[in-house]
């Protein structure tokens, strides 16, 4: 039995854990894998097109009638300035040069997408019960209707700040993420100087700051950590490293394999690949872009620029962008319901 309810109670699942949804490397398979085992699996979908969301949810639906989460970047259109971009451009062309690219791409596209208005018809139509969002919200609007519609909103928070102003727009529950977490912060204002609250003082203070239930997140790798997050007042955790070592997750052998060989300090928060402060592996191309201190265009602009070093790095780590979070070395490699199984009897006996 579990000391605090009101997750499972508002979606009549069995256990008080999310498996994160991660852009691009959650499957279908492990969210239906993770829902059956009575957590609740999200598909994070700030890479996938609306008609691809649409036939992965009647694949989830076919795999599982348990809940599950929806999850979506809702960032500003950027702001492109160009001489911004050209100066990146220039300071961008040694590590094109040494990777064997002569082409930095023109195009500043969006290839990170946020949320629309076509998104939110697809989820008006196909009513998941589970909608989360990650820096900051759409407007009042889409979250009234998506209420409307039946659909319960999650949504990052960094500081306690932001998580009483997600309680005021009616998000039904915060993930309080801290700044051990893998992958991007979800802050709202990426301009706003980020003092990385840690996970242990920030659940408390958001817990205490507002009414909604709190789900903590960043840096909870096993059993000890859900205990903990629920002695901190949370009502249930988010995790997204710990399951990167399962089957089920669409992630490069580079990627499990660094996992497998991390340590505590071999991640840093990084803006160079996207343009948002993102929790990766450190690597070459981080620390040099770090040392020049200049700015960089905005997420996801320069997502862009950076995606054919990305591509090109084929097996040195120099350039890859590696996301995962500070406790990664505690991860065991066994299949999503396995995982949820074990993290389940760990933080049972604990508790
Ligand atoms: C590889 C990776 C990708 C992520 N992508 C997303 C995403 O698309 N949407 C989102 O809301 N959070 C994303 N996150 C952040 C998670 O929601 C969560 O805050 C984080 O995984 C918690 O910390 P942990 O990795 O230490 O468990 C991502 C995290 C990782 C590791």
Known sequence: ?????DLTDLFGNEHPIIQAPMAGSTTVELVAAVSNAGGIGSMGYSKTSTEQIRDDVEKIRKLTD????????????PVNKPDVIESTRERLKPFYSEVGLKEIPQNVSKPLLTFTEERLELLLEIKPLLVSFHFGL???DAIKSLKKAGSRILCSATTTAEAIAL???GVDIVVAQGWEAGGHRGSFDVNHEDHGVGTLALVPQIVDAVKIPVVA???IADGRGIAAAFMLGACGVQMGTAFLSCPEVNVSDAHLEAIRISRDDDTRLTKAFSGRPARARQNNYIESMAAHRLPLPDFPTMYTL???LREASNDTLDYRFLLYGQAAALNREMPAAE?????VTEAQNLL
Do not use: R
């Not at 995982?339 to 993290?343: A, R, S």
């Open 339 to 343: 995982l949820v199984q074990t993290l």
């Open 138 to 140: 759409p407007g009042f």
């Open 66 to 77: 348990k809940p599950f989460n929806l999850n979506f970047f809702a960032h500003d259109t």
């Open 167 to 169: 309680e005021q727009s």
């Open 306 to 308: 950076s995606d054919p």
């Open 217 to 219: 997140a960043g840096g």
């Open 1 to 5: 039995m579990w000391p605090k309810t």
